[in-house]
């Protein structure tokens, strides 16, 4: 069974750029949320979708934005980007049909580097 | 106060002892917790999950929650250097459907 696959694996782009990063949940995984991971920071949350929905949203600014596709896919962009977006945006899917978090399993990320 | 905390550590332990980690969690409706493994350069890797009070094990791992004391806790026996990484502790509160809040995690270092 195939993982959460996230592309691309790496992203160097120049401040002020955008940037879309995508994902593609385990097959039959509706729930797809995205995180930033950064040293100081830590894992934060940044949203999640079920079946094309935005159902939660972190404290993050409207420059962050996402969405999900009928596939359950999901894409993240990111907008006017600044250095501190520099981290690793990480993927991670759930079956979570009640609601109830599962756990979710994490994709490998993308490592975003803006210069 | 951090809504989940963890020593960061690192948690030193030598080779076949017992390490255990530990998380405290802020007083809110909880739902479920969950234990996350991240080797350095890699993304976590979800090894443990509890959802009521009382131990849980799943091979060397036992997780252990206490609602009132509103901690959880990993031990991990045997400990192998293999199982040298930082631990992430992660809790999903009723109510915020799909949101992990997690802890900064603890480094663990297995010594041969």
């Known amino acids: 069974k195939a993982g959460v696959t996230q592309t691309p694996r790496y992203l160097i782009k120049t401040r002020g750029q955008q940037v879309t990063l995508s994902c593609s949940p385990i097959?039959?995984?509706?729930?797809v949320s995205w995180y930033q991971q950064t040293p100081g920071q830590g894992l934060q949350f940044l949203f999640e979708?079920?079946?094309?929905?935005?159902?939660n949203k972190g404290n993050f600014p409207g420059r962050f934005s996402g969405r999900q596709f009928s596939n359950s896919r999901s894409e993240m962009n990111v907008s006017t980007l600044e250095l501190g977006d520099s981290a690793l945006y990480l993927c991670?899917?759930?079956?979570?049909?009640?609601?109830?978090?599962?756990?979710?399993?994490f994709g490998s990320g993308t490592r975003l580097t803006v210069v | 106060q951090k809504e989940v905390e963890q020593n960061s550590g690192p948690l030193s332990v030598p080779e076949g002892a017992i390490a255990s980690l530990n998380c405290t969690y802020s007083?809110?409706?909880?739902?479920?917790f969950f234990w996350y493994r991240q080797y350095s350069g890699k993304s976590p890797e979800l090894i443990m999950s509890?959802?009521?009070?009382g131990d849980k094990e799943d091979g060397r791992f036992t997780a252990q929650l206490n609602k009132a004391s509103q901690y959880v806790s990993l031990l991990i026996r045997d400990s192998q250097p293999s199982d040298s990484a930082t631990y992430l502790c992660?809790?999903?509160?009723?109510?915020?459907?799909?949101?992990?809040?997690f802890g900064q995690g603890t480094t663990l270092q297995v010594k041969p």
């Open positions: 991670a899917s759930s079956t979570s049909r009640t609601g109830t978090s599962y756990g979710y399993t």
């Open positions: 097959s039959g995984h509706r729930s």
């Open positions: 979708y079920f079946s094309e929905t935005q159902r």
């Open positions: 007083d809110r409706v909880s739902q479920s």
């Open positions: 509890i959802y009521s009070n």
């Open positions: 992660a809790v999903n509160w009723v109510g915020n459907t799909g949101k992990l809040i």
